[in-house]
């Protein structure tokens, strides 16, 4: 089964602190994307990277920025944290080809900025 | 860009009542279509997923959807609900060729015993 571990479930940060988010997938996947999830928007695309070095501009990129080193490690950072920002965040992984493609989750992390 | 809808936000049934909840998209061009569940506390999953043939899909836990190409539409049916089907649906589109799933806003299913 393909898996994609964030490293926090929860977390609590002061506003104006940079904070790190990782996520990590085991399966190979070209393509990562981070998310952030909140009630009645659904899921909103912040990045997302194709490649090893790549990345793209989702939806809602401002105030974060991401880096991929590795295929298999993809990165969110928020550079000065606000409490617009507190949401619950998503990252995933995906194939490019293939008939699967589908997205695999993984947990969320829950980020409050107080 | 390509947009989702997802007509109904919160929906409440008794169980063994049927389920069926709306997807359109806005994208004219091939398409691969999700519906995703997220159990409470649980991570986000895929139901089933449409890429080409039958437009008619079977998922896990007695889940379908059917796809209609000529509505845009994917909607998600269950014949008979369960307490435990109560989560959060997304529905999501990749056009084809894009890397790129665009979900709808969810929508938040309870199930009452």
């Known amino acids: 089964d393909v898996k994609v571990t964030q490293s926090s479930r929860y977390l609590v940060k002061r506003t104006g602190e940079k904070v790190f988010l990782e996520c990590v997938q085991d399966m190979d996947h070209e393509n990562m994307f981070w998310y952030r999830q909140d009630p009645g928007l659904g899921l909103r695309l912040i990045y997302f990277s194709y490649d090893v070095k790549m990345k793209e501009k989702g939806d809602i990129p401002e105030g974060y920025s991401v880096s991929r080193e590795k295929k298999e490690r993809f990165s969110l950072i928020l550079e000065s944290a606000s409490t617009n920002q507190t949401s619950m965040y998503l990252c995933a992984s995906s194939l490019t080809q293939g008939a699967g493609g589908e997205a695999f989750f993984g947990q969320g992390t829950r980020l409050t900025v107080v | ?113």
């Open chain 2, 1 to 113: 860009a390509q947009s989702v809808s997802q007509h109904n936000h919160h929906v409440i049934l008794s169980e063994a009542a049927s389920l069926e909840l709306g997807c359109n998209y806005s994208y004219g061009g091939t398409v691969n279509l999700f519906w995703y569940v997220q159990y409470p506390g649980q991570h986000l999953q895929l139901l089933l997923k449409y890429f080409s043939g039958d437009p008619l899909v079977k998922g896990i836990k007695g889940f379908e959807a059917e796809f209609i190409k000529s509505k845009f539409s994917f909607n998600l049916r269950k014949p008979s609900v369960q307490w435990s089907d109560t989560a959060e649906y997304f529905c999501a589109v990749r056009p084809g060729g894009s890397y790129i799933p665009t979900f709808g806003r969810g929508t938040s299913l309870i199930v009452h015993p």
